[in-house]
């Protein structure tokens, strides 16, 4: 049997139900979440004593000893309606993010399949934790919900792939309470062709491609994966980078080889690359010198599975003293190494360090505008999860530069006023 | 005369057009316009589920395991546990299996499956 707190019961039936034990016995307990506080601890479990004893000696029904699954009625068309009524139809059923969506017609996705040469049954990938097919129509649909376009297909073909790596960790990150979300890098060719933003504001609101990935990539988690919110998404505060985290890299205006360049694509391929993190931290350099930008990141305490976001001026200044990713990587994670872990509450064994995850892994990023302003995403991992970052190739369909036509022109055009 | 019934006729004419072309063009758009949608939750290969193991009458004289994952609150919620278990049970013996981290168990699956073999009974606390 499984003791957890009330609040994590749906939760430990639906982990139970998705590894084929849906009569698992869970017993829910009053004990505070990850409590240090005996007495809290002693009258939880007082409390819930006598169930405990029962749940290991009542006899199993018919029910426990051969469960039999609910057959789940999933019709391919889920509903017909006016605008309003899809939206209301979709939100009732769980499927939507709050914000309204674009009825996936039959049109509609045959349209966003545009952006792949894969056939509508191909299963791209399994997602945990209910092991939903993401097949490329699954997906699709998921996109228009999302206002994605069929450029977009690439992108979240690859993330797909990204998040079904098992070295993401994305079975603990999608679904932590720690409400970690997906934070996607866009490098390679790509970037330009559908427009992602990688300058001023870049993970604001405001561009298509950053804006629509990341949400489609949010229902696709909800809806294929299985992982709703408060169910099976355990985040206790949420994030709202789980409606978008999106940039691309702006590669131009880097001193330095590209993100996907370092992890050993060549400069020519287009890539998107994963990692969860749930703090982002901004802050401006103590002065516009190397040792000013460098000990001022040191001062956010970057560590392994953190992405350092720097300005391409900053990135510019270090470059022209010698300064690469790597020494900059070096540099201020010693320097921020001790601040790091005087902070972090202890769990397990946060001192292991796995073979999987290399000491260096701090992700550098040039992107952003003009300002002085460079940023800390904070993950974890690495010790006690054995994760690290992943990248996948993007691969583009045949018709990749008549469907890239089609939205040449589909930027935002601000009028000065 | 003839005239101002032609601007008359004209005008009415202009407006059921305008009336018309609204009707098909806008407010069908925005409310009457049907969308049959496909649905985006996806289809999972069918499972055969597992039965969970039987119970044991009672817990005086049996081995009872205590699993602990990597959370902080598991291990002193399973020291209580073990406790009152000792209290009620005096007979009963208890074994941990301690889990540091998600990866040590999915890293020892064969450790943790020969444990738990050998156990009556097993509680699992997940300390949240």
């Keep these: 049997m499984l003791l957890a707190n009330h609040g994590f019961v749906d939760d430990a039936h639906s982990a139970a139900s998705s590894k084929n034990m849906p009569t698992l016995r869970v017993l829910g307990e009053s004990v505070t979440c990850e409590s240090t506080v005996a007495e809290d601890i002693k009258s939880g479990i007082d409390e819930a004593f006598d169930d405990i004893v029962a749940a290991l000696t009542r006899p199993l029904t018919e029910q426990e000893k051969s469960p039999q699954m609910k057959i789940e009625d999933a019709p391919r068309i889920a509903f017909k309606g006016n605008l309003t009524e899809v939206n209301q139809f979709f939100y009732r059923k769980g499927w939507g993010d709050g914000l309204p969506i674009i009825p996936p017609s039959e049109e509609a996705v045959a349209e966003m399949m545009e952006g792949t040469d894969l056939p509508a049954d191909h299963v791209v990938a399994k997602i945990i934790p209910r092991m939903g097919k993401a097949t490329v129509e699954k997906i699709a649909v998921n996109a228009v919900m999302a206002g994605a376009l069929p450029v977009h297909m690439p992108v979240l073909i690859a993330a797909v792939q990204a998040v079904a790596d098992p070295t993401t960790r994305f079975d603990t990150f999608e679904v932590s309470t720690g409400s970690w979300a997906p934070f996607l890098v866009v490098n390679g060719p790509i970037r330009k062709d559908i427009h992602i933003n990688s300058g001023s504001g870049a993970l604001s609101p405001g561009n298509l491609p950053n804006s629509a990935i990341g949400r489609a990539l949010g229902l696709i988690v909800k809806n294929i994966g299985g992982a709703r919110k408060g169910i099976e998404d355990m985040g206790t505060l949420g994030n709202p980078g789980k409606y978008s985290l999106v940039l691309a890299e702006n590669e131009e205006d880097s001193p330095w080889e590209p993100l996907h360049v370092e992890r050993g694509f060549k400069k020519e391929d287009s890539t998107v690359t994963i990692f969860f993190p749930n703090q982002h931290a901004y802050s401006i350099p103590r002065g516009t010198d190397a040792k000013g930008i460098l000990d001022s990141i040191a001062g956010l305490s970057p560590r392994i599975m953190n992405a350092l976001m720097m300005i391409p001026s900053h990135a510019e200044i270090l470059a022209s003293e010698g300064w690469t990713k790597s020494k900059v990587r070096e540099y201020v994670m010693k320097l921020g190494e001790a601040d790091s872990a005087k902070s972090r509450p202890q769990r397990g064994d946060a001192s292991a360090t796995s073979p999987n995850t290399p000491r260096d892994a701090l992700m550098i990023v040039v992107a952003g505008g003009a300002g002085t302003w460079f940023g800390v995403f904070k993950s974890t991992g690495g010790g006690i999860l054995g994760n690290d970052f992943v990248s996948k190739k993007i691969e583009l369909p045949k018709n990749w530069n008549e469907l890239t036509a089609k939205y040449e022109n589909l930027v935002p055009a601000y009028v000065r006023y | ?128």
């Design chain 2, 1 to 128: 005369m003839r005239k101002i019934l032609f601007i008359a006729a004209m005008g009415i004419f202009a407006f059921m057009a305008i009336y018309v072309i609204s009707d098909a063009f806008f407010a069908k758009d925005a409310s009457e316009y049907q969308y049959e949608v496909l649905s985006p939750w996806a289809e999972v290969d069918p499972i055969t589920p597992r039965g969970i193991s039987p119970r044991v009458d009672t817990l005086a004289g049996k081995k009872i395991g205590l699993f602990v994952n990597m959370k902080r609150a598991a291990r002193p919620i399973q020291a209580y546990v073990e406790k009152k278990l000792k209290e009620r049970f005096p007979d009963c013996q208890t074994s941990y299996f301690d889990a540091p981290s998600q990866k040590y168990l999915a890293d020892n699956q064969e450790k943790y499956a020969a444990w738990a073999k050998e156990m009556d009974a097993v509680i699992t606390a997940v300390g949240d």
